[in-house]
């Protein structure tokens, strides 16, 4: 029943897509001798062989952790635009670990930054959720303004306190120890096991939001505040305790990321990918098993934009163009649709 | 120096710094006044700025670049019109698809600018008045005096003209103005357009005349902090400049703590600008008295679901 509903989802998204070609093929098609042929340079590049499938799948991951950190507080909700700051609380509590501590046992090192990831984004997504729920402030400015204070905060560390000493004065923090760098799913490709651990979270939040009490009480605090009120629910400490929940899972995406592709703390290094996990979030519907393939289609897209920057001389730019037009017009059909009906 | 020439030095600097954030609070402003809620401001302030400094290194005039960074920013702005106008998508996440575009867009067709100086106004003189005061004056640029106009022409037209009223009772209530025969759509694209209208001179104002200067993403979050602070002015533009000194005073401080080299790592002073409207509003939200004046058709949209 609910898989039908998640595919109910679906069908306006591949409308949405069409309206996605079709824009893209105006706005870029010239880049290639033939419209088809950008389409082709697209795909190929984000699926063409296993380095390219392999390097989607690497860009899907935190692109999928970031979607799951907005639709955790959608669910009661609540809009959330700050996963990318709550991804670099947790690259940098978890990262300190494995700078700072590089000698731990090494069945002990993973858990222990992985922890620490946890603990960096949830502290960083409480204090949205406690300044929401305390004095009413909107979650969307205090989670933006999370963004930046998250980013010059690892600016200054790795300029400065955490630089390593044999960078050459580049920012970026000493390597982590082997010990503390996640594992390739296939040796040779860097698609890491990271991306095992998103996809158990959306379908251990999928199986939650519809069969236990927490996910019963989510919905009847979203649906009729006056009943959760009766039954004694908090909405206060269920937004602490959503917006902690999305903070940690954005936390784990950051240091999976900086552990396993980074193998340290770089300047930027998540840059972008909140924005990513965001439009996948909404487009999905904040539905956590169809956010999973919108996920790689997003990666796809991250990933084919690299290629063309290579094949057909577009800018960097362009993915956050191909981006745009593609919420846009996804969000654009679906609506359009809807309101018609 | 005495004190009162360093006093006047950072309000000026202050002022100059605030410029395009008055620009960016006071559309977002007039903007959700009508009930739109703009989160997209921040790319089409992106898209304004690289406009503006485009037109203005291509035409060698900045008004001429004010006048394009305007046109862009409302282009950009009615695509977030269709969305949620014509289409009726979310309007917060139509704004972020917005913002996506336009943050790509002005990368995009801003690189062959990256790196290119402009002159910018030509400063004013005064030859009649005494040396001191003739500086000042001169160091004010026509971009801060229309920072500072602009919100009280918009103010003077909310609170003072027929049509004001009409776009106030659009925010308030859609239905309720459609009754009195009102047309609440075309008050919302009017809306819209001057949203994207002022934005885009922000932009315009911040590469043209602040920075002289175009980098990608140079407004560094500018217009989301304006979102913010718009709840501090309490959605009335009279208070527009006095809250864009906030962040402005937040800015050039710590730029020139920074230029006086004191040992403070610069991304540690960075850190002023977001942290500063962040204690400040959530000190509104504990101590704030009144009700928040927030347009009353806004709060049915500050969630996902619809």
Known sequence: MRLQSTLRRAWPVAGGLACFVAVTALLFGHSTPSMAGFFWVLIKGAFGDGYAISETLVKATPTLWCALAVAVPAQLGLISIGAEGQMYAGAIAGGAIAVFVPHLPAWAMIPTILVGGVAGGASWGAAAGWLKARFGMTEVVVTMLQNFIAIDILEYLIHGPWMAANSGNWPQSTEFPAAAVLPPIISGFRTHVGLFGAIGAAAILWFVARRTRWGLAVRVLTGNPRVAAQAGLSRSAYIVGIMALGGALAGLGGICEASAIQNRLESGFLQGYGLSGFLVSALAGHDFLLIVPLSVVMGAILTSADTLQLTAGLPASSSMILQGVLFASVVGWTSFVKSRR | ?306
Request: proline share 5%; aromatic share 8%; net charge positive.
């Open chain 2, 1 to 306: 120096m005495t004190l009162g020439t360093t006093a006047a030095d950072m309000l000026l600097s202050a002022l100059r710094s605030s410029t395009p954030m008055a620009f960016a609070i006071c559309s977002e402003i007039m903007a959700e006044r009508a009930g739109i809620v703009n989160i997209g401001i921040e790319g089409q302030m992106l898209v304004g700025a690289a406009a503006g400094f485009a037109f203005t290194v291509i035409s060698g005039n900045p008004w001429v670049g004010l006048l394009a960074g305007a046109v862009a920013g409302a282009a950009l702005s009615s695509l977030h019109g269709i969305l949620c106008l014509v289409c009726r998508a979310n309007q917060t996440v139509a704004g972020i698809a917005v913002m996506a575009i336009g943050v790509g867009c002005s990368s995009y067709f801003g690189t062959p600018y990256v790196g290119r100086r402009i002159s910018g106004f030509s400063p004013m003189s005064f030859p009649s008045l005494p040396a001191g005061l003739a500086g000042y004056l001169g160091s004010i640029s026509p971009t801060m005096i229309l920072g500072v106009v602009t919100p009280l022409v918009m103010c003077g037209f909310l609170y003072m003209t027929r049509w004001g009223l009409r776009w106030r009772a659009v925010g308030e209530s859609p239905a309720a103005a459609r009754v009195l025969g009102i047309n609440p759509t075309l008050y919302k694209w009017a809306a819209i357009l001057v949203c994207g209208l002022l934005v885009g001179i922000g932009g315009a104002a911040l590469s043209v005349d602040y920075a002289k200067g175009w980098s990608d993403g140079m407004t560094s979050g500018r217009g989301l902090v304006a979102l913010g602070l718009v709840a501090l002015t309490r959605w009335n533009p009279l208070l527009t400049t006095p809250v864009a000194m906030i962040f402005g005073a937040a800015e050039s401080l710590s730029l020139s703590i920074q230029s006086h080299g004191i040992g403070v790592s610069p991304y540690l002073l960075s850190l002023f600008p977001y942290l500063t409207p962040l204690v400040v509003l959530a000190l509104h939200a504990r101590f704030a008295k009144r009700r928040s004046q927030m347009p009353a058709s806004l709060a049915n949209m500050q969630t996902f679901g619809e």
